[in-house]
């Protein structure tokens, strides 16, 4: 049985209930909170091996939520399921390009949500992350995994959560092409549930914060995206 922790925020209590009640018969231990700002302390204070989130929070919402844990470096890499009644599109490629590892819209199925969340968690501990100390060079672009921070020509570059993970996997790889499909296998683990849309928003994201390295990154058309292997010349 696992027992890895668990935090639900929500401010629906009969929601947190019915998280809670499928998530302890599967042997999870779980903590609560009702706000935004109650989750990003909890979140600091208990260290929690994943967030169950909803979006529409009394004060702080959870895309700031969101933001603000993959912003702190003591917080940046615990799991973020969004579970919410926000289900359009737009709301679902914003909620993972900020960092969440999944999406989940209501009305939702709890067994459904049980087997995403053990899912993040079975390959969280099998996803081989790069050195704390890891850094690399391409030209005037430079990436330090440890500080999470990207410079070109000497301007450090302000990229989302999926942005730093996606450019680290493209750049470690220089020359080679991959799909959509695999750069979301790489960055997320398999079967997670995003569309082919949101790998080309990310990447869209990517060349207009690269600025004289944007085209670094290249459309392989009909396959994907690759990093130019002559990028560090």
């Not at 529409?56 to 603000?68: A, H, Q, W, Y």
């Not at 302000?158 to 790489?186: C, N, P």
């Amino acid at each position: 049985m696992p027992n890895e922790k668990i935090l639900i925020v929500d401010d629906e209590r009969d929601i947190v209930e019915l998280v809670r009640f499928n998530l302890k018969r599967e042997g999870y231990h779980t903590l609560v909170a009702f706000s935004g700002e109650e989750a990003l302390s909890m979140a600091k204070r208990e260290m929690p091996d994943l967030v169950v989130l909803d979006l529409m929070l009394p004060g702080i919402d959870g895309f700031e939520v969101t933001r603000r844990i993959r912003g702190n470096a003591v917080t940046v890499e615990i799991p973020i399921v969004m579970l919410t009644a926000k289900g359009e599109e737009s709301d679902i490629v914003t909620g993972l390009e900020i960092g969440a590892n999944d999406y989940i819209s209501k009305p939702f199925s709890p067994r459904e949500l049980v087997a995403r969340i053990r899912g993040i968690l079975r390959r969280r501990t099998r996803v081989e992350k790069p050195a704390t100390q890891a850094t690399v060079i391409a030209g005037p672009l430079s990436m330090d995994v440890g500080r999470h921070r990207v410079v070109v020509d000497k301007n450090a570059l302000d990229l989302t959560h999926s942005e730093f993970q996606v450019l680290w996997f493209l750049v470690t790889k220089k020359g080679w092409v991959f799909t959509r499909g695999q750069i979301v296998d790489a960055v997320h683990g398999e079967n997670y549930a995003v569309t082919e849309r949101s790998v080309d928003v990310t990447i869209a994201g990517l060349r207009k914060k690269l600025g004289p390295c944007a085209d670094f990154i290249e459309t392989v058309r009909g396959v994907g995206y690759r990093f130019r292997e002559e990028a560090d010349v």
